[in-house]
């Protein structure tokens, strides 16, 4: 059974830059067809796609975050990272990492992580 | 970008029950790659349906989804108490994809 889990710092200072890791079980990243993604979801509001990477590592960033992060991933760990620069108090939120691929909608998801950004 | 939007914005009903989601799109949904998930207070969100009407592994026949282009719906026939949750539709059929902004679905 696939498996995702998000770690990570759950408190960022303003400005600085937010790093995540989401460690994968019950099978490989570099597996095609599949991509794997970075979402989040502000306290008490709904679902943003952030972007994404590919099992060969292809990348895709979303408009509004493109200037922001950076998604990368180690194959030898089975992990996948995201990067949110000059983070805010907008940033705010439960980050989320999920399977993907395309024309294949997010199936499996992580269990979420509480980032909180404040001084 | 396409954006999604979801009625009503709260649906109240009881177990037995009936339920309509709708989700409109401001753009046709490629190859109706439409997709809806279920959220509990504290959880991910649970993929219940993809291609606007296959059912994800393990999910229940109470719920079907239907629709295609610009207009979507997920119908839950009879509600069970586990199923008063959030829930929302997104499109993955273009770049970037995007989610509504959810039904909540509550106890009457």
């Known amino acids: 059974q696939l498996q995702l889990q998000e770690s990570g710092p759950g408190l960022v200072k303003p400005s600085e830059t937010l790093s995540l890791t989401c460690s994968v079980s019950?099978?490989?990243?570099?597996?095609?067809?599949?991509?794997w993604g970075w979402l989040r979801q502000p306290p008490g509001k709904g679902l943003e796609w952030i972007g994404s990477?590919?099992?060969?590592?292809?990348?895709y960033y979303t408009p509004s975050f493109k200037s922001r992060i950076t998604i990368s991933y180690d194959t030898s760990k089975n992990q996948v990272s995201l990067k949110l620069t000059s983070v805010s108090a907008a940033d705010t939120a439960v980050y989320y990492c999920?399977?993907?691929?395309?024309?294949?909608?997010?199936?499996?998801w992580g269990q979420g992580i509480l980032v909180t950004v404040s001084s | 970008e396409i954006v999604l939007t979801q009625s009503p914005g709260t649906l109240s009903l009881s177990p037995g029950e009936r339920a309509t989601l709708s989700c409109r799109a401001s753009q046709s949904v490629s190859s109706d790659y439409l997709a809806w998930y279920q959220q509990k207070p504290g959880q991910a969100p649970r993929l219940l349906i993809y291609g606007a009407s296959s059912r994800a592994t393990a999910i229940p026949d109470r719920f079907r989804g239907s629709g295609s282009g610009t207009d979507f719906t997920l119908i839950i026939s009879r509600l069970e108490p586990e199923d008063f949750a959030v829930y929302y539709c997104?499109?993955?059929?273009?770049?970037?994809?995007?989610f509504g902004q959810g039904t909540k679905l509550e106890i009457k």
């Open positions: 019950g099978g490989s990243i570099s597996s095609s067809p599949y991509w």
């Open positions: 997104q499109q993955y059929g273009s770049a970037p994809r995007t």
């Open positions: 990477i590919s099992y060969s590592g292809t990348t």
């Open positions: 999920a399977r993907l691929g395309l024309g294949l909608p997010f199936d499996y």
